[in-house]
Every structure is written in structure tokens, then in C-alpha cells.
């Protein structure tokens, strides 16, 4: 569940950049984001086989079902909508019925591109839905601030142009935007999708997993199939800035399991350079 205010919604892009000068470049992925400043004007079209798609209904923002099959969009994570009588994340139901209105205005030509990684690990495919002129829904919602951009490798080709259409939303204070602010460590409270907002306090290199640790209670976890994305020294210079990061955090003391000291409680896989960036920390409330 993400949380709702309106604290720390200024200065994401200019800020980082300002931040990131600080540390090495090392790749066109750095959190310092102005390699995206002109992603927009980017040609967002995927590569690969387009497929006709009949017939979609949707499931929610993000997911659809199409040609027998269902369909996780690739480059965006819309909000929850409640099940079992649990509530929907702000914007849940709009996100879903913008995915829908999109998908009938474009019905008789819609297409999907495959990912370099087709399938995930709950079976769906993964995959860009592409309108005649070539128009991402992905990319549709993000503009209209209904998503949130993630980066999964492999499928990271149309990253920038994602990026850059959450920022045009992020700056305009579209929808999830006008409100939304991270959630800063001391308040998880909940696992899921999240940014969150927070001072690193260590950083733990060791032969196969990088740490990078929020606070007291929060790590984020590099994997070794994902370090080519990082820079080793870039990570170790991480060390007492402040994050804002995306992702999907899991309880490690779900069902009150009793976790090692050193554990933090909260952990948060990160698989792309680009779910960071740093931040400058403000005390304003609004």
C-alpha cells in the first residue's frame, strides 16, 4: 500500500542530478536523471514481432487478459485493487478504467510486443501493448499519472521514454502525483509496492549479494545476476545519502518470524540502477 500526503512531492529530477555529481558515472542508467530530460522525444516503439490482440478485458492497470493468455504490461506498475474485502490503492479503479477506455478506443488495431523476458514467474506474458500509430498504453497511463515506471531486466529498451512520461506527470501533479509522497523508513509499516524514502546508513559488499541499508530496518538487496547493471563504487558511495527507491517490499518477520539480529526487518530486491534516486532531504511539511 503506498502512502498518501503531500511531503517531499518537490524536487525529484534536478535534485538527484545535483546530488549524483558527487559520485562516479558509470552508466547511462545513474540515478542522476538527466540522460531522461529529453527521453521524451525518444522513439518509444519496442522491438520485436508485433501480434495482433483480440478481444482484451481488463484485469486491472497492468494486467490484462488477451488471446487466450494473460498479460502483464512491461516498463509500469499501476495500484492494487482491493480483493477479499481489502480496500484499492488510490487510483486503483481509475488506472484500470483508463487501461479499458484506451483499449476500446484502439479495439480493431492493437497489438503486443514480447519482452526479452516473455514470461514471469507467475506464468503471465510479459509484454508492450502497441496501438496502429504505435502508441504504448504503458506509457498512455504513465503520462496520465496512473503507474509508476519499474525496471525489470531484461526488459529494460523502453526505460527512458517511461521515465520520462512519469516525470511529465510527476511535475504536472497528475492524479497519483497531486498527493502521493514516499514513504520515509521509520513508517513502513506494510509490505508491497512502495518508494520509499530514506538515509543510508550502511553499505555490505559481500562475494554474491550487495546491501545497501535505509535506516535501520530496510535493505536493499543487489543480487549478483544484476550487479553488471551497478557500479561497485558507486554503491559504496552510497553510504549516508539520502534514497528515494521503488520497489516491492517483503516482510521478513511475516507470521512474527524471528529474524537474526542483524536482519533488517524489510527487504526490498533492487535489479536496476534506475529505481534509485537521490534525494535531498527536507524537513517542510505541507
Known sequence: MLVISTF?????????????????????????SA????????????????????????????????????????????????????????????????????????????????????????????????????????????????GFYIAVPPNTELLPCFIAAEKRARNNRQNIWRELSPTTTGNVSQSGFQLVLGKVTSVIITDNHWWVILGKDIALKIQKADQPFFNVEWVKKLKNTTLEVRGWLIDRQHKRRKLPKHYARWLMLVR??????LKKPSNRVY
Open 35 to 146: 540522460s531522461y530530460v529529453s527521453a521524451a522525444r525518444l522513439n518509444c516503439k519496442p522491438k520485436g514481432k508485433q501480434q495482433a490482440l483480440h478481444q482484451p478485458k481488463v484485469i486491472d492497470g497492468d494486467t490484462l487478459y488477451g488471446n487466450g493468455q494473460k498479460i502483464r504490461l512491461i516498463g509500469i506498475n499501476t495500484p492494487e485493487l482491493g480483493y477479499d474485502n481489502s480496500p484499492s490503492e488510490p487510483f486503483a479503479l481509475a488506472a484500470k478504467q483508463a487501461a479499458k477506455r484506451w483499449l476500446e478506443q484502439y479495439s480493431k488495431h492493437l497489438f503486443f510486443v514480447k519482452g526479452k523476458q516473455q514470461r514471469d514467474r507467475y506464468g503471465r506474458v510479459l509484454a508492450y501493448i502497441v496501438n496502429e500509430q504505435g502508441e504504448l498504453l504503458s506509457k498512455h497511463l504513465l503520462l496520465k499519472g496512473l
Open 272 to 277: 536496476h540502477p534506475a529505481v534509485i534516486q
Open 8 to 32: 517531499f512531492v518537490s524536487a525529484v529530477f534536478s535534485l538527484s542530478l545535483a546530488l549524483a555529481s558527487t559520485l562516479p558515472a558509470f552508466h547511462a542508467y545513474s540515478s542522476a
